[in-house]
């Protein structure tokens, strides 16, 4: 089973030609609103591939909240750990698409009062866990009491340091697989991605977009390549690799292997509109592997 500890936002999408510069007024072609939030997505990325997951997050108790709830479980995401909030607004992710790029602004709301306390009481949901994954849309000390716990429970946490800003450098010490990509990597580190890979190897993966991704396995970099992809939308193509490499994981397959399936994901992930809309099954996945897609 993967448990993941983290947001639920619903995304807020306008398309638009062009991103408007300070102060200017521009015109879009569409707004949309769609599930979204790294932790939903990443647990929806996992689920869709076939894995037995569930979630632990807050939402509020308002229209937003139902419907994000609603969509993990269509998602065959357990939402047992998912706590309804009456005092908070759920939490939203306000997203500018334009020319495959994006730009996004998220607001927490309910996702800051996924507290330490809260993690304490979902601790025999957890302990069934085979892996753990966390983001950092959710309040710091609750990443940090959620590594405390997996570590002293035993079980490997993958965590994807997105946004990077609150990243602790104590979080390491508890942390199985760090999941940065490149500017996140050099933003945590202050060096140079090779240098930092090489002081945690076979912990530090590196995601590098349509390039791959790269770790140092003790002795040498581990470079795994891309796929080709027709881009559409590129929200959410990170959360996809994470799910797929915690799904990947707990199937038993070794790092570079799993790294390879986690790239693949998120190759098909880019090639349709919104955060979970081009997210695969496992078939679609393997059918990109052996190049049939």
Do not use: W
């Amino acid at each position: 089973m993967i448990t993941v500890v983290g947001s639920i936002n619903m995304d807020l999408v306008v398309q638009t030609d062009d991103f408007p510069q300070q102060g200017e007024t521009i015109l879009g072609q569409s707004f949309t609103t769609v599930p979204g939030g790294k932790g939903a997505n990443q647990a929806v990325a996992a689920a869709r591939l076939g894995g037995n997951v569930q979630m632990i997050a807050s939402v509020g108790k308002d229209s937003f909240g139902k419907e994000l709830r609603d969509n993990l479980q269509a998602n065959s995401v357990n939402c047992d750990g998912v706590l309804e909030n009456n005092a908070v607004a759920s939490g939203i992710a306000n997203i500018l698409l334009s020319g495959g790029d994006n730009r996004i602004i998220v607001v927490p709301g309910a996702n800051y009062e996924l507290t330490p306390s809260y993690i304490e009481e979902m601790k025999k949901i957890i302990q069934k866990s085979q892996l753990v994954i966390i983001q950092q849309e959710i309040p710091i000390p609750t990443i940090m009491y959620t590594l405390k716990l997996c570590a002293k429970l035993g079980i490997p946490v993958l965590l994807n340091p997105a946004p990077a800003g609150g990243f602790q450098k104590e979080f390491l010490a508890y942390t199985t697989f760090l999941t940065p990509n490149e500017t996140e990597c050099e933003h945590i580190f202050g060096v140079n991605m090779e240098a930092a890979l090489e002081r945690y190897p076979n912990q530090l993966i590196v995601t590098l977009g349509s390039e791959g991704a790269r770790f140092f396995d003790g002795e040498k970099h581990v470079i795994v390549e891309g796929f080709k992809t027709n881009v559409v939308d590129t929200t959410g193509a990170g959360d996809t690799f994470n799910g797929a490499l915690a799904y990947a994981i707990v199937e038993g397959f070794d790092l570079k292997e799993a790294v390879k399936f986690a790239n693949a994901a998120g190759s098909l992930s880019v090639e349709k509109f919104g955060a979970q809309g081009g997210m695969p099954t496992r078939a679609e996945v393997e059918q990109r592997l052996r190049g049939e897609s």
